[in-house]
């Protein structure tokens, strides 16, 4: 009989960064929790008393190196992952933005590499079913 994994509630907020005059979206390289490096987007957790669009606004900033500007909530993002032995049930609160200015530099430690792309490359590189829709409902936005 197969033990029941202690479950545990994960929750991040993020942002789908948008530049309207050069019609590209801003995506990371990471590594994942399985070890792959994969392209998506920009998220963390919230810190303290932050709300979502502050922490939003942060994780970008702090993995892009770009000051951004909320134009509206996107989509709540929601999924399961194992790791250590607990289930987490994880939410995503996503944000559309538009890039203000170029603030400094990705984080390193977080991101192998940060890069502007046009929807078509950034579709043909996300790993995830999530960021598809994301694309999706960027593309319907804007």
Not at 31 to 43: A, G, I, M, Y
């Amino acid at each position: 009989m197969a033990r029941k994994l202690k479950t545990k509630r994960d929750y991040s907020c993020g942002g789908v960064v948008w530049d309207a005059n050069n019609e590209q979206v801003l995506m990371v390289r990471v590594s994942n929790l399985k070890r792959e490096r994969v392209w998506t987007f920009p998220k963390g957790h919230p810190e303290g008393q932050e709300a979502d669009e502050e922490a939003a606004l942060r994780e970008v900033r702090e993995e892009t190196g770009w000051d951004c500007e909320i134009e509206c909530p996107l989509l709540d993002v929601h999924y399961s992952y194992i790791n250590k032995g607990i289930k987490y049930n994880k939410t995503v609160r996503w944000f559309l933005m538009h890039p203000l200015k170029e603030a400094g530099k990705f984080d390193p430690e977080e991101v192998l590499e940060c890069k502007w792309m046009d929807f078509g490359e950034a579709k043909n590189l996300v790993s995830y079913e999530s960021d598809i829709k994301l694309l999706k409902r960027v593309e319907l936005l804007t």
